[in-house]
């Protein structure tokens, strides 16, 4: 009975018996040599204290222990230490994993506020650039510069909602969607951005492949994939976007798993 009712100190502890743990304490197994004169001087002082340090175990292991001393008086006038410890090392990772949290909440809510900042500013120059290009005195060379700078506010607002979607601030808003038109658009906003030496060709599928997503992410994906194939071919080639409407079987989709 001894032995199974000093199972959990055993297994904290990292001792083999019952008899290794007697006559000590926690305290002295404390990794910062510094903490048993705080534990032992805040009793002292107060009467009693309660504390969290990291403990090493018997196989050099830490964990996070929380311990409770409180004093009182022996008979013969002396002081008496009684207390109490508990491993807190699961409550200790749970805390910092808070921690983290709440630092991924506040980094969101700086891209948040980033984001809108930057759309109020994006909003004017894309009305005007919209209003120059519709007017009709507008030389050629000129609504081609126009239509460049177009193409990269389309892009831009597209990362906007993408950092407020992030930031948790925008919800997400799937709907059907043809994959075909999806594609088509993210090649006209492409074409003009793309380098002499880049063939772009845009493959669609015979009839449409509707998908429920958020239109937004899905052309940002597409942007985004079509960017990073231009700049894998510094000397130029052929960039193709294709769109099949295909089904895969449980082995396909084991064997696509990381790919």
Known sequence: RRRREGAPSLRRWGSGSLDELVGTSPVA????????????GAALRDGHTTQEFQARRKDGSTFDVLMAIQTSTADDGSTVFVGTSLDVSELSHLRNELHQLQKVEALGGLAAGVAH?????????????D???????????????LEQIQIAGARAADLTAQLLAISRKQILAPRPTD??????????????????NIRLTIDTAAEPCRVVVDPSQLQQVLLNLMSNAQDAMPNGGD??????????????CRARVGG
């Not at 994959?179 to 002499?196: H, I, P, S």
């Open 179 to 196: 994959l075909n038109e999806a594609a088509r658009e993210a090649g006209r906003l492409l074409q003009r951005v793309l380098r002499a």
């Open 131 to 145: 209003l120059a290009i519709e007017d009709p005195r507008l030389p050629e060379d000129l609504r081609a510069h």
């Open 239 to 252: 960039l193709r976007l294709g769109v099949r409407d295909c089904e895969l079987s449980a082995a396909d």
């Open 29 to 40: 197994h404390c990794v910062d040599p510094e903490t048993p004169a705080r534990l032992i």
């Open 117 to 129: 900042d930057f759309n109020n500013l994006l909003v004017p120059i894309q009305g005007y650039v």
